[in-house]
């Protein structure tokens, strides 16, 4: 899906994902690219062999929203390095890749630096009363905000789309629908 560019600056919704080991929070951006709101926390199956209820709701979300693309926080070590959870979310990103495309549906995704991002999120409750601990599928929600609006923050300063486009090559695991 292309979408018109105004300024350097690409129209369009986006959807933002903060993939955890447990839950996945999600946001996405209006139209016009200018807010992010929250729109769900997904719970994880813990079994391997689970339904990825996770993924086939995400699935449904970029078919309703119809985004220009998909934004994932990538959790990249403070020196920049990846280590096991930026592994992790490649992993996910491929098994959302492989759903998307059983679906039909052929949407960039995108990898954005999440670094400290839930802990931001986290703080963001904080300051506004909110328990971290009772309100952890929230912060998931708010993670997913930050990183969306990060990335539109940084398209429309810089010009040019933010993060890395994550490559079609990338191999789901087969035990994934």
């Given at each position: 899906?292309?979408?018109?560019?105004?300024g350097?600056?690409?129209?369009?919704?986006?959807?933002?994902?903060?993939?955890?080991?447990?839950?996945?929070?999600?946001?996405?951006?209006?139209?016009d690219?200018?807010?992010?709101?929250?729109?769900?926390?997904?719970?994880?199956?813990?079994?391997?062999?689970?339904?990825?209820?996770?993924?086939?709701?995400?699935?449904?979300?970029?078919?309703?929203?119809?985004?220009?693309?998909?934004?994932?926080?990538?959790p990249?070590?403070?020196?920049?390095?990846?280590?096991?959870?930026?592994?992790?979310?490649?992993?996910?990103?491929?098994?959302?890749?492989a759903?998307?495309?059983?679906?039909?549906?052929?949407?960039?995704?995108?990898?954005?630096?999440?670094?400290?991002?839930?802990a931001?999120?986290?703080?963001?409750?904080?300051?506004?009363?909110?328990?971290?601990?009772?309100?952890?599928?929230?912060?998931?929600?708010?993670?997913?905000?930050?990183?969306?609006?990060?990335?539109?923050?940084?398209?429309?300063?810089?010009?040019?789309?933010?993060?890395?486009?994550?490559?079609h090559?990338?191999?789901?695991?087969?035990?994934?629908?």
């Amino acid at each position: 899906m292309t979408s018109p560019t105004t300024g350097g600056f690409r129209r369009g919704v986006r959807i933002g994902v903060d993939v955890g080991s447990v839950r996945v929070g999600v946001a996405r951006t209006d139209p016009d690219g200018m807010l992010a709101v929250p729109v769900a926390t997904l719970s994880r199956p813990k079994a391997v062999a689970a339904p990825r209820s996770d993924l086939l709701t995400l699935v449904d979300l970029v078919a309703d929203y119809e985004p220009l693309e998909v934004v994932v926080g990538l959790p990249l070590g403070l020196d920049g390095t990846e280590g096991l959870a930026a592994a992790a979310v490649r992993v996910y990103c491929a098994d959302l890749r492989a759903a998307l495309s059983r679906r039909g549906l052929d949407v960039p995704i995108r990898l954005v630096d999440e670094r400290l991002t839930t802990a931001a999120a986290t703080r963001g409750l904080q300051a506004a009363g909110r328990d971290a601990r009772s309100g952890r599928a929230v912060i998931d929600q708010a993670a997913a905000v930050i990183i969306v609006q990060h990335a539109l923050d940084s398209e429309r300063s810089t010009g040019t789309p933010p993060g890395t486009l994550l490559e079609h090559a990338t191999t789901p695991r087969e035990d994934r629908p």
